[in-house]
Structure formats: structure tokens, C-alpha cells
Nanobody
Framework: QVQLVESGGGLVQPGGSLRISCADS????????MGWFRQAPGMERDFVAA????????YYAESLKGRFTISRDNAKNTVHLQMNSLKPEDTAVYYC??????????????????WGQGTLVTVSS
């Protein structure tokens, strides 16, 4: 059973940084790709980043490359998303995802079987 729990969301000023995390209580974390998606009010849930089970392969939404970094700690069953130079348009609920390959996640939310409950990130002055 996969259980994903996000943490670390909150309010941050434009230009600031924030790191959000996702803990997976499942037994197969180390062999599972992980990802992040986000959904702004009234918008679709969009791909943000994904990382392979070993951490050697990562994918990013093109518009977020250079500002966001995904990483994982298999010893702690945790995946992180470091977000820098945040903009108001980054405001969204960020969801942790699992259950398929990183490549599949990079193509969109369809095919992702497991989701966390989401954590709200608000970028505002």
C-alpha cells in the first residue's frame, strides 16, 4: 500500500525559496519513481518534476527548469522539491505522485495511480 504525505507548504514572498517534502510509508519506496504536480485554482493538475527510483534520472516541466529541483532520500522514504525564485504564479496546491515511471509522469497526470493529499504553496507579498 502506498501512502503519500506532503509537508512544508506555506506562505512565501516573491523571490523567496521553499522546500516541500513527501513521505511514503510504503515498503517499495526505493524501487518507485516519484513526482510532483501542482494545481492552481480553476486549473488543471500539471506536471512539475519527477525522479527515478535511483535518483539518477529527473524530468522537469520546461518552464520550471533552473528554479525547481527534485531530490530523494531513499533511506528516509522521502522526496523533496526545492523551489527557488518563487513567483506569484507558482501559487498552487502541490501534490506528490507515485506508482508509475518518471517518464510517464512527465507526460501528465493521467496514469498516475497514487496521490498525496496536497500541500498549499502561496507566493504573495
Amino acid at each position: 500500500q502506498v501512502q503519500l504525505v506532503e509537508s512544508g507548504g506555506g506562505l512565501v514572498q516573491p523571490g523567496g525559496s521553499l522546500r516541500i517534502s513527501c513521505a511514503d510509508s510504503g515498503r517499495t519506496f526505493g524501487s518507485t519513481a516519484m513526482g510532483w504536480f501542482r494545481q492552481a485554482p480553476g486549473m488543471e493538475r500539471d506536471f512539475v518534476a519527477a525522479i527515478s527510483s535511483t535518483g539518477q534520472v529527473t524530468y522537469y516541466a520546461e518552464s520550471l527548469k533552473g528554479r525547481f529541483t527534485i531530490s530523494r532520500d531513499n533511506a528516509k522514504n522521502t522526496v523533496h522539491l526545492q523551489m527557488n525564485s518563487l513567483k506569484p504564479e507558482d501559487t498552487a496546491v502541490y501534490y506528490c505522485a507515485a506508482g508509475t515511471t518518471a517518464l510517464t509522469m512527465s507526460r501528465g497526470r493521467y496514469g498516475v495511480p497514487y496521490w498525496g493529499q496536497g500541500t498549499l504553496v502561496t507566493v504573495s507579498s
